[in-house]
T-cell receptor
Framework: DTEVTQTPKHLVMGMTNKKSLKCEQHMGHRAMYWYKQKAKKPPELMFVYSYEKLSINESVPSRFSPECPNSSLLNLHLHALQPEDSALYLC????????????FGDGTRLSIL | DQQVKQNSPSLSVQEGRISILNCDYTNSMFDYFLWYKKYPAEGPTFLISISSIKDKNEDGRFTVFLNKSAKHLSLHIVPSQPGDSAVYFCAASAAAAGNKLTFGGGTRVLVKP
């Protein structure tokens, strides 16, 4: 059982749609992350939030818009995505102290038609 | 430029024997190393970690060894069990890079009964 909950588990959307991915954790972690994982590849970091503030953006296209409304929630707003954006999107969280592991949710499998 | 590499894409081992997974890195700033296990349709599950001030960390059946001079780490699983069949990722982070995890490409382990 994962303590990081992601919804929805699967999402199919057209290139003109707007949708959001949601992530929730109640472990008191003040760092939250979005990763993208393509098939047979490792996860790649997209964004990092520390104390609800965006601290790292790995040059992600603006069609992906993260939001951290409070310390337990992390959203990823999607708009005008391309077929190559189809992937597994993983959320993770961790304590903000040095040398702390990140704990992952089960991800949202996104397909762009 | 792959900063973290797992050169063996797959490994097959008999139940009860030792599984040894290897990982090499190039960035000398990395100071914290982790191993994750991933089942299909699930997110990565944290297994064990080691900081650069240590050369060994043990947790039950899992032991991680770090050789800083060789920029090499390994994960030993003993005894291997069929439930250990999964993809294993090593990951590394640098304190100066703000908790960003860089993953290796993964090793698929199959434990045969």
């Amino acid at each position: 059982d994962t303590e990081v909950t992601q919804t929805p588990k699967h999402l199919v959307m057209g290139m003109t749609n707007k949708k959001s991915l949601k992530c929730e954790q109640h472990m008191g972690h003040r760092a939250m992350y979005w990763y993208k994982q393509k098939a047979k590849k490792p996860p790649e970091l997209m964004f990092v939030y520390s104390y609800e503030k965006l601290s790292i953006n790995e040059s992600v296209p603006s069609r992906f818009s993260p939001e951290c409304p409070n310390s337990s929630l992390l959203n990823l707003h999607l708009h005008a995505l391309q077929p190559e954006d189809s992937a597994l999107y993983l959320c993770a969280s961790s304590l903000l102290f040095r040398n702390q592991p990140q704990h992952f949710g089960d991800g949202t499998r996104l397909s762009i038609l | 430029d792959q900063q973290v590499k797992q050169n063996s894409p797959s490994l097959s081992v008999q139940e009860g024997r030792i599984s040894i997974l290897n990982c090499d890195y190039t960035n000398s700033m990395f100071d914290y190393f982790l191993w994750y296990k991933k089942y299909p349709a699930e997110g990565p599950t944290f297994l064990i970690s080691i900081s650069s001030i240590k050369d060994k960390n043990e947790d039950g059946r899992f032991t991680v060894f770090l050789n800083k001079s060789a920029k090499h780490l390994s994960l030993h699983i003993v005894p291997s069990q069929p439930g250990d069949s999964a993809v294993y990722f090593c990951a590394a982070s640098a304190a100066a890079a703000g908790n960003k995890l860089t993953f290796g490409g993964g090793t698929r382990v199959l434990v045969k009964p």
